[in-house]
Each structure stands twice: as structure tokens, then as C-alpha cells.
T-cell receptor
């Protein structure tokens, strides 16, 4: 079934540890996104990529890095996790970076930093 | 700054009609999206409006007024499975989506 796969589904992590959240899509979408979703707040964009080889910063990029080596994969790395990064992380993709293209979401990664 | 406002929670009865409002203030406007998100699941796309007026899609309709910075999602013939959060998002001048916090809709039998 075509879509977006995120891994892990959930993770408990000690503060200060490095963590990479994986995201893979098989829809051949050009644009990919990482969001975090916190209770009472809207989805907030962390980083995005409009095409393989390019990335950009979203609203809340500090403490996170991404890479886009190919079309399908868009990993998100927390270099040194802090408790404020406890959140649900969603990866999404769209056909292009144009605004009229709906974004398709993965099932999310629930991350707890202790 | 950029801001999307939606009611936090609404309650409606099975079989009835409910209207979920969204007002926005953004730097530029390149369309408005509505998504549905069931608890513990991913958001799924419902509708897109870029021109003023009503877009109808089955039991769901979405309305946009750009001059008023206002949209609503109308759900008819409510079913229990419609219990979910409904997210309003606006594409700004950079084509990035600015998201509201979502409206949790509770359907009672």
C-alpha cells in the first residue's frame, strides 16, 4: 500500500542522547515535511524539503537537522535531545511544494525525552 | 504575526449538522485546507479552498471568504465516526502551512 512509513512508532529517550526519526515515502512525491504536534498547539513545521538535495528551515528548526539524499527518505535527527522535544512527530509529503497540493501524513512517532 | 483561530471543542448530536469555524491572519494567502485527525492517528486531507465560496464534497462542505479571513467546515448527517479533531491550515506567502490547534468534535448518540 502506497504511503508514508515512519519509524519508530514510539520511543523513550534519555536527555542528551542522539536520535534519528526515519521517514520513507513510496509515492514519488517531491516535497517532504517534518512537523511536531503538541497538546493545545497546531502542527508546527520543523524542516522541509521541496526536492531531493535541498532542505529548508520551518518555524521551529532549532535542535533538529534533516537530510534529503534521495526522493524517498527524509530522516530527522535530534543531535542532543532535551525534554522540551517531547512531542508527536509527523512526517508528510506532497507531490510538489506548491500550496494547492494536499499533504499526506505518516502515522507519527511519539517521542518522550526524560 | 500569523494566527489561526478555531474553537477548542464542539459537541453535536448524531444525525445533526455542525459548522466549525476558522479565522486567520497570515502573511499572504495561497489557499486554506481542512484536515480530519482521529485520536492517535495521522491527519487526513478533507478539502481545499482558494477562491471565495462553498465547495461541497458529500456530507462535508467547506466555505471561504478571503476578505473576512474566514472559513467554515460544515458536516451534515453526523455519524459517530465523525468524532475527531478538525484542523484548519492556511498556506502563507511562502507556501508553508500555518495550522490551527484544531477543533475536537464530540458526537453524542
Amino acid at each position: 500500500i502506497a504511503g508514508i512509513t515512519q519509524a519508530p512508532t514510539s520511543q523513550i529517550l534519555a536527555a542528551g542522547r542522539r536520535m534519528t526519526l526515519r521517514c520513507t515515502q513510496d509515492m514519488r512525491h517531491n516535497a517532504m515535511y517534518w512537523y511536531r504536534q503538541d497538546l493545545g498547539l497546531g502542527l508546527r513545521l520543523i524542516h522541509y524539503s521541496n526536492t531531493a538535495g535541498t532542505t529548508g528551515k520551518g518555524e521551529v528548526p532549532d535542535g533538529y537537522s534533516v537530510s534529503r539524499a534521495n526522493t524517498d527518505d527524509f530522516p530527522l535527527t535530534l543531535a542532543s535531545a532535551v525534554p522540551s522535544q517531547t512531542s508527536v512527530y509527523f512526517c508528510a509529503s506532497s507531490d510538489t511544494g506548491d500550496s494547492n497540493q494536499p499533504q499526506h501524513f505518516g502515522d507519527g512517532t511519539r517521542l518522550s525525552i526524560l | 504575526g500569523q494566527n489561526i483561530d478555531q474553537p477548542t471543542e464542539m459537541t453535536a448530536t448524531e444525525g445533526a449538522i455542525v459548522q466549525i469555524n476558522c479565522t486567520y491572519q497570515t502573511s499572504g494567502f495561497n489557499g486554506l485546507f481542512w484536515y480530519q485527525q482521529h485520536a492517535g492517528e495521522a491527519p487526513t486531507f478533507l478539502s481545499y479552498n482558494v477562491l471565495d465560496g462553498l465547495e461541497e464534497k458529500g456530507r462535508f462542505s467547506s466555505f471561504l471568504s478571503r476578505s473576512k479571513g474566514y472559513s467554515y467546515l460544515l458536516l451534515k448527517e453526523l455519524q459517530m465516526k465523525d468524532s475527531a479533531s478538525y484542523l484548519c491550515a492556511v498556506a502563507d506567502s511562502n507556501y508553508q502551512l500555518i495550522w490551527g490547534a484544531g477543533t475536537k468534535l464530540i458526537i453524542k448518540p
